[in-house]
């Protein structure tokens, strides 16, 4: 599906990266409970809120810890914000559907104790096809490598089509690319 990204959600992600690069290098960064890397505090997952939901769900997907796991294990810290479709997934074990693909430089990030920071958010656009219980949303996310001496990498930002259903549990992030 063709993504038509708008001047201003462009001129968000260049902002978001460059304060997401700015606060990487600052110390005492907070993980959330689950094993996420943020330097930022997360915000809380709101079941009500498809978007909280979906940005909660792609900033613990894109933050990674290179020398404390192996690619993909960020999907497990997902995991309670993921719906029907990206549950069964990760369950099954089948591979790369779903997972995003980490960098090229996962080893080196691992040799130099670096993580990777995310910092997502919504585009308030609404898709054509939203139902009561589904949703598309495109989100922003920007990736920051933090590396111990303090220095920071501002990565290639993404817009990312996420949809989210509602489930018993409230809603669920269940695919995304």
Do not use: N
């Not at 949703?135 to 930002?157: C, D, F, M, N």
């Amino acid at each position: 599906m063709m993504v038509r990204v708008g001047w201003a959600l462009a001129g968000c992600l260049l902002v978001l990266a460059a304060i997401a690069g700015c606060a990487g290098g600052a110390s005492g960064s907070a993980g959330d409970a689950a094993g996420g890397t943020s330097s930022f505090p997360p915000p809380p997952a709101d079941p009500d809120s498809p978007a909280g939901v979906a940005v909660e769900a792609l900033r613990r997907i894109y933050s990674w810890q290179p020398a404390a796991e192996q690619p993909g294990a960020a999907m497990q810290r997902a995991k309670p914000l993921l719906g029907p479709h990206l549950s069964a997934v990760l369950d099954a074990g089948t591979g790369a559907v779903g997972l995003p693909k980490t960098d090229a430089r996962w080893a080196e990030w691992a040799a130099a104790q670096a993580r990777v920071d995310a910092v997502a958010f919504a585009s308030a656009e609404q898709a054509p096809d939203e139902t009561a219980d589904r949703r598309q949303l495109k989100i922003g996310v920007a990736q920051t490598v933090i590396y111990p001496s303090g220095r920071s990498e501002t990565l290639p930002s993404a817009v990312i089509v996420a949809t989210v259903v509602r489930t018993v549990q409230g809603w669920r992030l269940d695919d995304f690319g």
